[in-house]
């Protein structure tokens, strides 16, 4: 079974600074996904940003980057110029596909501990 | 697209009775996922459907809990009869198997249904 690992359960950092997430995850697979998700107070989940594993290149959207590092199984999160609205709890997830006689389809999301974040003014 | 809808948003109950969550996925998508959200434990996937049917149910936590999705805009999940521990957020998430080059597409989630049993 495929286990995530975020451990830091708190982070807090300056609006317009700079802070990085962690998470390790352990599998045996080649091939599968990781994802971070941002949860507000409003408890809505809110994809962030997507990784393909057999991709070597760090997903980037806007102010949000990754550290994929495949051999440490690491997917670490960077979030620049923090903003107010960043607060939020941050959840590291892996996906592996799931095989079938049809092909490849959609498996279950794996989800870490969570990490909240305050990003203070 | 309305997103993902659950009701009721919040509910309150008696240890005992029955309890029915509902959840409305995307049009179109063909993946739903329910998953449970506690401080204890986390966020926990419960049971998800492809097409309507379960696929894996591993995660159900006893004979007390069942889903359905009768149809591919609709789907419930049951606690009969709740306990106190059953007390937690349940979010339902709904995706769009990914299409020719297996571009597996995010899950979106529903506000959720904060469940409290007293």
């Known amino acids: 079974a495929q286990t995530v690992t975020q451990s830091q359960p708190e982070m807090s950092v300056q609006e317009a600074e700079t802070v990085t997430l962690s998470c390790t995850y352990d599998t045996s697979e080649n091939n599968y996904y990781l994802f971070w998700y941002k949860q507000p107070p409003s408890r809505q989940m809110i994809l962030v940003i997507r990784q393909e594993a057999y991709k070597q290149q760090n997903a980037t959207e806007n102010r949000f980057s990754v550290n994929f590092q495949k051999a440490a199984k690491s997917f670490s999160l960077k979030i620049s110029d923090s903003q107010l609205g960043d607060t939020a709890m941050y959840f590291c997830a892996f996906m592996k596909p799931r095989s079938n006689a049809g092909g490849t389809s959609y498996g279950k999301l794996t989800f870490g501990q969570g990490t909240i974040l305050t990003v203070h003014p | 697209d309305a997103g993902v809808i659950q009701s009721p948003r919040h509910e309150v109950t008696e240890m005992g009775q029955e309890v029915t969550l509902r959840c409305k996925p995307i049009?179109?998508?063909?993946?739903l996922f329910w998953y449970r959200q506690t401080m204890m434990r986390g966020l926990e996937l419960l049971i998800y459907?492809?097409?309507?049917?379960?696929?894996?149910d591993s995660g159900m936590p006893e004979d007390r809990f069942s889903a359905k999705m009768p149809n591919a805009s609709f789907s419930t999940l049951k606690i009969q009869p709740s306990e106190p521990r059953d007390s937690a957020v349940y979010f339902c998430?709904?995706?769009?198997?990914?299409?020719?080059?297996?571009?597996?597409?995010?899950?979106?989630f529903g506000p959720g249904t904060r469940l409290t049993v007293l």
């Open positions: 049009s179109g998508h063909d993946y």
């Open positions: 998430a709904s995706t769009l198997a990914g299409g020719p080059f297996k571009l597996f597409n995010e899950q979106f």
């Open positions: 459907f492809n097409n309507n049917v379960p696929i894996d």
